[in-house]
Structure formats: C-alpha cells, structure tokens
C-alpha cells in the first residue's frame, strides 16, 4: 500500500504565497495522474490542478495564472505553488493519485489526509 502526504499549508495575508507538497511513499513503480483539489466549508470538493507523468498541466478557471503545479517523478512528489493568494482559496487542499501501482498491483484514486490553507488578514 501507498501512502500520501501533504505538508506546507497554513496561514497566510492576501496577496501571499505558499507552497503545498506531497509525497508518495511505498513500493511504488509507477504514478498516473496527481492533482491537487480543494474543499471549503460547505462546498464540494473541487479540482484545482492535476499533472500527467508527461508534466502536462490542467488548472482551474480559478487559479490560473496564480497557481503553479510541478512534479519531481523519481521522488514522486508533486507540488503546488499558490502565489497572489485570495481569501476565497481559503479551504482544506487535497492531494489525489488516479492510479499508483505498487508492488505489481494497481490502486486508483488515492487522496491524502489534507492540509489547512487559510488565507486572511
């Protein structure tokens, strides 16, 4: 089994920065798609940005041009860079894997535990 986990979230004023991490760990050998999503207090869960193994990005309407995602592929690790930050990203982002393969067995849709991101003045 693999596991997710999520560090660099906490508070921080508008118009700030953070930078969210998170890594894989287990007999991994392979990693699909990893993305991070968000979810606010009495919201759905949304998606905020995914990367394919390739480096191919995806962002939400939201957060382009503020938000960067990057993966380091043999750390498999995968990183979000949050720049001019509103207080409507305030919400508890998550890290999510559709497919990691470890030990020759295929698991789908992993999430981590979550990180608090607050951003207020």
């Known amino acids: 089994q693999a596991q997710l986990q999520e560090s660099g979230g906490g508070l921080v004023q508008p118009g700030g920065s953070l930078r969210l991490s998170c890594a894989a760990s287990?007999?991994?050998?392979?990693?699909?798609?990893m993305g991070w999503y968000r979810q606010a207090p009495g919201n759905q869960r949304e998606l905020v940005a995914t990367?394919?193994?390739?480096?191919?990005?995806n962002y939400a309407d939201s957060v382009k041009g503020r938000f960067t995602i990057s993966r380091d592929n043999p750390k498999n690790t995968v990183y979000l860079q949050m720049s001019s930050l509103k207080p409507e990203d305030t919400a508890v982002y998550y890290c999510?894997?559709?497919?990691?393969?470890?030990?020759?067995?295929?698991?789908?849709?992993?999430w981590g535990q979550g990180t608090q991101v607050t951003v207020s003045s």
């Open positions: 287990g007999s991994i050998s392979s990693i699909g798609v």
């Open positions: 999510n894997v559709d497919r990691i393969v470890t030990n020759g067995q295929h698991h789908y849709n992993y």
């Open positions: 990367i394919t193994s390739g480096g191919s990005e």
